[in-house]
């Protein structure tokens, strides 16, 4: 049992360390101070210092199988705060990619250059549609994504006025198709 314990907070500890470099390394540049990260490291030192304790012990041929659990608890927690670190940075990451080539558009939150985009977006049938996570419509969303093969850009990006100016164009284009 202990051995399978060894292993198994072994296995975490590796796994959380490649996911806080990961994390580490795509982070948001933005806020001031990420909590998921510093929880990430908080909890991933403590197994450490509860795993080397554990290996240390277990060499002296002591039952410490709590140690190990305790440890497997401190690795598990910190895998907790670092998916979900991992997920906010995929948002994120997803959010930039999707909007990069609009950001042009929103720097002066100018509605007379988004429309000229929208134009240009209706001749080349790649219409995009502006998700709002505090003004969402998933009704009307899903029949823009399934009925129309809408892009929908996520939640998670920052909201710009030309955004809604856009989005108020497509609704416009599709609010007698969306009736029926």
């Given at each position: 049992m202990?051995?399978?314990?060894?292993?198994?907070?072994?296995?975490?500890?590796?796994?959380?360390?490649l996911l806080l470099i990961i994390n580490i390394k795509y982070k948001d540049q933005i806020p001031s101070v990420i909590r998921d990260l510093d929880y990430v490291k908080f909890f991933l030192f403590l197994g450490i210092i509860v795993f080397v304790c554990f290996l240390i012990i277990?060499?002296?041929?002591?039952?410490?199988?709590?140690?190990?659990?305790?440890?497997?608890?401190?690795?598990?927690?910190?895998?907790?705060f670092n998916l979900r670190l991992a997920k906010d940075n995929y948002d994120r990451i997803q959010c930039n990619n999707s909007i990069s080539e609009y950001s042009k558009y929103f720097e002066f939150d100018s509605c007379?250059?988004?429309?000229?985009?929208?134009?240009?977006?209706?001749?080349?049938?790649?219409?995009?549609?502006?998700?709002?996570?505090?003004?969402?419509?998933?009704?009307?969303?899903?029949?823009?994504?399934?009925?129309h093969g809408i892009e929908l850009i996520g939640t998670s990006c920052s909201q710009f006025t030309s955004m809604e100016c856009y989005n108020d164009l497509v609704k416009e284009l599709f609010k007698e198709n969306i009736s029926e």
């Open positions: 202990k051995i399978k314990l060894k292993y198994i907070a072994l296995a975490l500890f590796l796994v959380d360390v277990a060499k002296f041929k002591k039952d410490v199988t709590i140690l190990a659990a305790i440890a497997i608890i401190f690795f598990c927690l910190s895998m907790f007379e250059k988004i429309n000229k985009r929208f134009e240009e977006d209706l001749m080349n049938g790649e219409l995009k549609y502006f998700q709002d996570k505090y003004n969402s419509d998933s009704e009307f969303e899903e029949v823009l994504r399934d009925k």
